[in-house]
């Protein structure tokens, strides 16, 4: 075998033994927070550089996890990672009911440059603690912090001090970081550099300073239902790095909780008892008659439907009152009263139709005093003349006759313009014979 390839024997070699990792183990306590820090710079050896030597290696790489043999993780354990070039976070609280029971978390490795992959197990082993839990709990909501934040060690190292600072415990431990967003909150705009916020448990041993019961009384509620911001004589120490809303904080004495246990049925075996063969139906149905259910559901409804349609029609055609019987119940005198305005209507309407009215003036023809042109009238001579407007012109039109009219200066007579009326077909003359005997 020549140099080269022993060379790439070597290479081979060397990459297979870092891509196969042993086991972490780690031990965190139950009811103390648990945090793991996915660190990218632990993968980056596992996959193959860039192919200039001198270049620096920034792939961006991202992480799933799940329980081993299963799709996702344990309840009480969360991961965030916010991009691809940062690293990944294992967090939660376990509880006294995961002590003593391995969990083996399968922790995959994603380049997204080289889509290669790199997977180590992380084995987490829950100890109990005899401070299991601390009788005396307060939650804090964080407004200028996100998770990952939080979450960092020098971080939490400060808001432990500055709780601890106020609270004066002999032990004081974080309990649990829960963001914001698995809350309900909303997620923040991206700009002014808001955050989601956080909320942050904590536990001691002693009973809680009177700073934090400040929260209680009845003029701080009062403010926080009018979302005005409590007055807390200790938040000046939390200040300068953390911007708590004391209208969200909670106080727990668990001493004082009353437990609720839930009965649960024993699950048994989950193997059915032997109660012998399964014997099927017969695939032979005996058939059903249905003439039955046809009266119930369409016979009964049309008949009822009939016998209300008989009684209506009965009540409209054959009991109404009729003419014969309406003038039987009325009076003589009203009637002929009555009869007397039909026909006095009759008469009226026949002689509405045999009158002649004159033309109105705008349709009479019109002489344009600059071109002289006479102007035709707007309606024909066949016009409906009964739509006709009862104003009367001062212009010869046929029906009308012109007679003559003293004037009260001289011996000058004017025509003066009198209707030709006329009744029953027969014009009446009288009041220009009246007229000329002047």
């Known amino acids: 075998m020549d140099s080269l390839g022993v060379l790439v024997w070597l290479l081979l070699v060397?990459?297979?033994?870092?891509?196969?990792?042993?086991?972490?183990?780690?031990?965190?306590?139950?009811?103390?927070?648990?945090?793991?820090?996915?660190?990218?710079?632990?993968f980056?050896?596992?996959?193959?550089?860039?192919?200039?030597?001198?270049?620096?290696?920034?792939?961006?790489?991202?992480?799933?996890?799940?329980?081993?043999?299963?799709?996702?993780?344990?309840?009480?354990?969360?991961?965030?990672?916010?991009?691809?070039?940062?690293?990944?976070?294992?967090?939660?609280?376990?509880?006294?009911?995961?002590?003593?029971?391995?969990?083996?978390?399968?922790?995959?490795?994603?380049?997204?440059?080289?889509f290669e992959t790199a997977r180590h197990n992380l084995v987490i082993n829950i100890m109990g603690t005899e401070e299991f839990p601390l009788p005396y709990q307060a939650e804090f909501y964080i407004k200028n912090m996100n998770v990952e934040e939080m979450l960092a060690s020098e971080v939490l190292g400060d808001f432990l001090g500055a709780v601890k600072n106020v609270w004066q415990p002999e032990r004081l431990n974080a309990i649990n970081i829960t963001s914001a967003l698995d809350r309900g909150g909303r997620v923040p705009l991206p700009i002014n550099n808001l955050k989601e916020g956080v909320y942050v448990m904590v536990g001691a041993d002693v009973q809680f300073s009177s700073c934090l019961r400040e929260v209680e009384t009845p003029q701080n509620q009062l403010r926080c239902s009018q979302e005005m911001e409590p007055v807390i004589s200790c938040d000046k120490k939390f200040r300068a790095q953390f911007h708590i809303d004391w209208c969200k904080i909670s106080l727990v004495d668990i001493t004082k909780v009353i437990p609720v246990h839930n009965s649960r049925p024993d699950p048994g075996t989950g193997v059915l008892p032997d109660i012998g063969e399964y014997n099927p139906p017969s695939e032979?149905?005996?058939?059903?008659?249905?003439?039955?259910?046809?009266?119930?559901?369409?016979?009964?409804?049309?008949?009822?439907?009939?016998?209300?349609?008989?009684?209506?029609?009965?009540?409209?055609?054959?009991?109404?009152?009729g003419v014969e019987k309406r003038n039987m119940q009325t009076s003589d005198i009203q009637l002929v009263h009555h009869s007397s305005i039909q026909k006095s209507t009759k008469e009226l309407r026949s002689m509405s139709k045999n009158r002649e009215i004159s033309w109105?003036?705008?349709?009479?023809?019109?002489?344009?005093?600059?071109?002289?042109?006479?102007?035709?009238?707007?309606?024909?001579?066949?016009?409906?003349?009964?739509?006709?407007?009862?104003?009367?012109?001062?212009?010869?039109?046929?029906?009308?006759?012109?007679?003559?009219?003293?004037?009260?200066?001289?011996?000058?007579?004017?025509?003066?313009?009198?209707?030709?009326?006329?009744?029953?077909?027969i014009p009446e003359e009288r009041k220009v014979a009246e007229a000329l005997n002047l």
């Open 14 to 42: 060397v990459t297979i033994l870092s891509r196969s990792h042993a086991d972490r183990n780690v031990y965190p306590s139950a009811g103390v927070l648990f945090v793991h820090v996915l660190e990218r710079e632990y």
């Open 44 to 114: 980056k050896g596992e996959f193959p550089p860039y192919p200039k030597p001198g270049d620096t290696s920034n792939d961006p790489i991202t992480f799933n996890t799940n329980l081993k043999g299963y799709p996702d993780r344990p309840g009480w354990l969360r991961y965030i990672q916010r991009t691809p070039h940062s690293d990944g976070v294992l967090y939660g609280s376990p509880t006294a009911e995961h002590v003593g029971k391995p969990t083996i978390i399968e922790i995959t490795a994603y380049n997204r440059r080289t």
């Open 284 to 321: 032979s149905l005996k058939s059903r008659d249905y003439f039955a259910d046809f009266l119930v559901t369409l016979a009964v409804p049309s008949a009822v439907a009939l016998v209300l349609f008989i009684i209506l029609g009965y009540s409209m055609c054959c009991r109404r009152e």
């Open 360 to 425: 109105p003036l705008s349709t009479l023809p019109v002489f344009n005093p600059v071109s002289g042109e006479v102007v035709p009238p707007i309606h024909s001579d066949n016009y409906e003349t009964t739509s006709m407007p009862l104003m009367q012109t001062q212009t010869n039109l046929q029906n009308q006759i012109q007679i003559p009219q003293q004037q009260p200066s001289g011996g000058n007579y004017c025509m003066s313009t009198f209707r030709r009326l006329e009744v029953n077909g």
